[in-house]
């Protein structure tokens, strides 16, 4: 298939990280290479790690970065490991890093992947093909407890007790081997009510399914706080999420690193300042041009801290 990606808020995300031409920096989800490109494109003997979990994306942005200039290393790794695969090659220092949260355009295009609720494919969602956990086993072997637990707290989807109960009598028939087939079960749980609403009825289990296989908010945590320790003095991190409950991780720490507990009683004027500054006191959010241009950009959010 021909491999095609777009890259939200590129250009606020990388400049936001005012990149130094010498400088170490990240790209934590390189997918398509959007973000890594531009990024590549102003170092001359500075250097930038890419990592994805996915072989199929390290290897469309090897040939695309290759083009650009050596200047990088690529790391196939889940971003949580991020402080380890950098010791591993000598970093313990960086002058920025990027995320770029969800799930790529070429994964959702690529059907066989399973992360498409709109196109037949096996119930897979996996974004390292390596793992063994898939969408398939949660969705057939979990309890009704879990996956209630599991749409509402990934998907904030407000039909968890009903669809959670849909997929349970239906896998008592056979298994839910496919997409659609969820998808019918899905439907099938809603009143029409619902499914006359605006918006694709089974959005909201498909993104909460593929944030359980792939762990993806207990790993945002992890990696973040990681990446924010190795930040240099000025260094920055950009993070661009696409749903509430990965933004409010990140809005969390960022405003956990960037204020300080006044003790009581200290005097104004011996405040101490934080080591890290919100660069972005509200998200950025797309512009309309680029809302146009990529439909999947309506719900980014562009958060930036940066260590003073």
Do not use: W
């Not at 809603?190 to 694709?200: E, N």
């Not at 993104?207 to 993806?216: G, K």
């Amino acid at each position: 298939m021909e491999f095609t990606h777009y890259s939200v808020l590129l250009e606020e995300s990388v400049d936001k990280l005012n990149i130094k031409p010498d400088g170490i920096y990240v790209d934590a989800t390189t997918g398509g290479g959007g973000h890594s490109s531009l990024i590549l494109s102003r170092l001359t003997t500075g250097h930038l790690y890419c990592f994805d979990q996915d072989s199929y994306a390290l290897k469309r942005s090897e040939e695309r970065l290759a083009k650009i200039s050596n200047n990088f290393t690529l790391i196939k790794s889940n971003f949580a490991n991020i402080k380890s695969e950098l010791a591993s090659r000598g970093v313990n220092g960086i002058d920025g890093i990027v995320y770029d949260l969800g799930v790529s355009s070429f994964q959702l295009d690529m059907v066989e992947r399973g992360f498409s609720y709109r196109e037949d494919a096996p119930l897979d969602m996996r974004m390292d093909s390596d793992q063994a956990l898939t969408a398939y086993d949660i969705v057939n072997n979990y309890s009704y407890a879990e996956l209630v637990n599991i749409l509402f707290k990934y998907g904030d989807e407000p039909n968890s007790k009903r669809i959670a109960n849909s997929i349970c009598n239906a896998r008592e028939l056979k298994p839910i081997r496919t997409t659609l087939e969820l998808v019918e079960v899905i439907k099938s749980a809603l009143p029409q009510k619902v499914l006359r609403q605006k918006g694709h009825p089974a959005k909201l289990t498909f993104q909460a399914l593929r944030i359980a296989v792939n762990d993806e908010l207990m790993v945002l945590e992890r990696s973040l706080n990681d990446a924010l320790d190795l930040l240099n003095k000025d260094g920055a991190c950009s993070v661009i999420t696409f749903q509430p409950s990965e933004d409010k991780i990140v809005k969390h720490i960022f405003k956990e690193r960037s204020t300080v507990d006044i003790p009581l009683g200290l005097p104004v004027a011996n405040l101490p300042e934080a080591p890290y500054e919100m660069v972005t006191r509200k998200p950025i959010l797309p512009s309309e041009n680029e809302l146009m241009e990529n439909h999947r950009s309506h719900s980014a959010k562009l958060r930036v801290l940066r260590k003073r």
